[in-house]
């Protein structure tokens, strides 16, 4: 789940794993439309640059290139499959309005082998974040845009201090940008808990909006870029 069009509603990314059979479901793309409180979703798969892989495994979005967009990661669980098709985890670079471009051979991830490990986190902290996958850890050295990060911490009471179910929101022109804290993703992974955004070329500080589990709202203002921020639950 991540807001993968920048419009501030959390959309979905199923990572089906199928046959070359026909009728068998692949891999989609969920816009959610919401409006006025009732949630639809549409498939936006088609002309993604989504490529079909049989075995597919586990997923995880994050902002690698720290353009703004939430990016995938998505590995396989098997190397070879039906009829001798070749199975390999795959990166894409989100290049808006749906669009995907498979960078993996570009970043320097080619030929990894079938693993469920798929995970973000800035283990560094130097501002972008790295990938733990296949049983290693793949550091980012690009320095490519700025960034924020931010940790959440519920007041303990109405909201835990791991502040699971938070959601970051931080507009930029007509976008808004849009971060979940998630426990989990795909099989038995989670990514950082901190939440990154990548900022591009904005060298102003940032506005963020957050919304609790229980929907209490807080603004925080003057977040200095390149930084990260500790914000607790008023």
């Not at 009728?23 to 549409?42: A, C, S, V």
């Not at 570009?106 to 030929?111: A, I, N, Q, V």
């Not at 924020?148 to 009471?157: D, E, F, H, K, P």
């Not at 950082?192 to 229980?214: N, S």
């Amino acid at each position: 789940m991540g807001d993968l069009d920048n419009d501030g509603h959390i959309d979905i990314f199923v990572g089906n794993f199928s046959h070359p059979r026909v009728g068998q479901d692949h891999p989609q793309f969920l816009r959610n439309l919401i409006t006025e409180g009732e949630i639809k979703f549409e498939d936006r798969s088609e002309g993604s640059g989504l490529e079909w892989q049989e075995s597919f495994a586990s997923a995880a979005l994050g902002d690698y290139d720290n353009d703004g967009d939430l990016d995938l990661y998505f590995t396989t669980v098997y190397a070879v499959g039906s009829g001798s098709i070749k199975n390999f985890p795959v990166l894409y670079s989100n290049q808006g309005s749906w669009k995907f471009k498979n960078t993996t051979k570009d970043e320097s991830l080619p030929d990894l082998p079938p693993t469920y490990q798929s995970a973000w986190a800035d283990i560094d902290n130097d501002g972008d974040l790295d990938l733990c996958t296949a049983g290693k850890l793949f550091r980012n050295d690009a320095q490519r845009g700025h960034w924020i990060q931010l940790q959440l911490v519920g007041n303990g009471t109405e909201v835990s201090r791991s502040a699971f179910g938070a959601v970051a929101r931080k507009q930029l022109g007509d976008q808004v940008r849009t971060r979940i804290v998630k426990p989990g993703t795909g099989e038995g992974n989670q990514s950082d808990a901190r939440l990154h955004f990548g900022l591009g070329d904005q060298e102003e500080p940032v506005l963020v909006e957050i919304t609790w589990p229980g929907g209490k709202q807080q603004t925080v203002g003057s977040l200095a870029v390149d930084q990260q921020h500790r914000v607790v639950m008023e």
